[in-house]
């Protein structure tokens, strides 16, 4: 009777052991298909994006290239490439080698407007605020104090990389329209400032001198050179930088 009853409970386990492996197997499956095509996903973006990225660096190249060959259509069609091609640092900063062309042909509008996308398109605050500053700048002799003020206040935060470059910017904004007393106060501020690159600290001096003497309208040539800087030449890499450096950086990250 003993062996009967072990035979039961050997076949009734044996029919539970078939019906959990029908019941989980094709879960198991299931979940190994799913894992499966994720991986497969994941490489596969991974690989787009590294091939996109590599398009955008060989257009940026040839961008840069035909600029030193004094090739201004072929380099704006490169970086337009580039731009259409890369994503984050590569477009931005394509973009404003675009929205650079545009300002040596006169064509401010439409450099402004490169320069907000290039803004936008940067995933490093360095880039972003640099684009930003210089489509301020381009704007100052004809947009009013109020719409350089809620492009540049922002910027000028403390927080932002290039809260220096964004606070002068604001003062020969506020020169420029008057707002002498405003102006002198900005530029003694960044005179005193501990995180002030030594440029802009004696660019700032200079202000002061020029109004305390009378000769402030001077200072709108200093506008004028600033807008006519040219936009970031470094690669993206480098121009990928903590706040920190943002300060030594050369013309890439200085409006």
Same mark, same amino acid.
């Given at each position: 009777?003993?062996?009967?009853?072990?035979?039961?409970e050997?076949?009734?386990?044996?029919?539970?052991?078939?019906? $959990?492996?029908?019941?989980?197997?094709?879960?198991?499956?299931?979940?190994?298909?799913?894992?499966?095509?994720?991986?497969?996903?994941?490489?596969?973006?991974?690989?787009?994006?590294?091939?996109?990225?590599?398009?955008?660096?060989?257009?940026?190249?040839?961008?840069?290239?035909?600029?030193?060959?004094?090739?201004? *259509?072929?380099?704006?069609?490169?970086?337009?490439?580039?731009?259409? *091609?890369?994503?984050?640092?590569?477009?931005?900063?394509?973009?404003?080698?675009?929205?650079? !062309?545009?300002?040596?042909?006169?064509?401010?509008?439409?450099?402004?407007?490169?320069?907000?996308?290039?803004?936008?398109a940067?995933?490093?605050? !360095? !880039?972003?605020?640099?684009?930003?500053?210089k489509?301020?700048?381009?704007?100052?002799?004809?947009? *009013?104090?109020?719409?350089?003020?809620?492009?540049?206040?922002?910027?000028?935060?403390?927080?932002?990389?290039?809260?220096?470059?964004?606070?002068?910017?604001?003062? $020969?904004?506020?020169?420029?329209?008057?707002?002498?007393?405003?102006?002198?106060?900005a530029?003694?501020?960044?005179?005193?400032?501990?995180?002030?690159?030594?440029?802009?600290?004696?660019?700032?001096?200079?202000?002061?001198?020029? !109004?305390? *003497?009378?000769?402030?309208?001077?200072?709108?040539?200093?506008? #004028?050179a600033?807008?006519?800087?040219?936009?970031?030449?470094?690669?993206?890499?480098?121009?990928?930088?903590?706040?920190?450096?943002?300060?030594a950086?050369?013309?890439?990250? #200085?409006?």
């Amino acid at each position: 009777m003993v062996d009967v009853f072990e035979q039961v409970e050997e076949e009734l386990r044996s029919d539970r052991y078939k019906r $959990m492996a029908r019941t989980w197997l094709p879960i198991g499956a299931g979940l190994l298909v799913v894992a499966l095509v994720a991986a497969l996903g994941w490489w596969g973006w991974q690989s787009y994006v590294t091939n996109q990225a590599d398009k955008a660096s060989a257009a940026y190249d040839r961008g840069m290239e035909a600029l030193q060959a004094n090739n201004p *259509s072929g380099a704006d069609a490169a970086f337009a490439e580039a731009a259409k *091609s890369g994503n984050g640092a590569y477009k931005a900063l394509a973009l404003m080698q675009q929205a650079g !062309i545009a300002v040596t042909a006169n064509k401010t509008q439409d450099a402004v407007k490169l320069f907000d996308d290039a803004a936008k398109a940067a995933g490093d605050p !360095i !880039i972003a605020d640099a684009a930003a500053i210089k489509a301020a700048f381009l704007l100052m002799d004809t947009a *009013s104090l109020e719409d350089i003020q809620k492009r540049l206040e922002p910027l000028a935060d403390d927080k932002r990389p290039l809260h220096a470059f964004a606070q002068e910017a604001l003062a $020969m904004a506020q020169l420029q329209h008057g707002k002498t007393a405003e102006a002198r106060q900005a530029f003694v501020q960044l005179q005193l400032g501990q995180d002030v690159p030594d440029d802009v600290r004696q660019r700032a001096q200079a202000g002061v001198q020029a !109004i305390d *003497s009378g000769t402030a309208a001077g200072l709108a040539a200093i506008v #004028r050179a600033a807008v006519a800087l040219p936009s970031p030449a470094a690669a993206p890499a480098a121009a990928v930088a903590a706040p920190a450096q943002a300060e030594a950086a050369p013309a890439a990250a #200085r409006p």
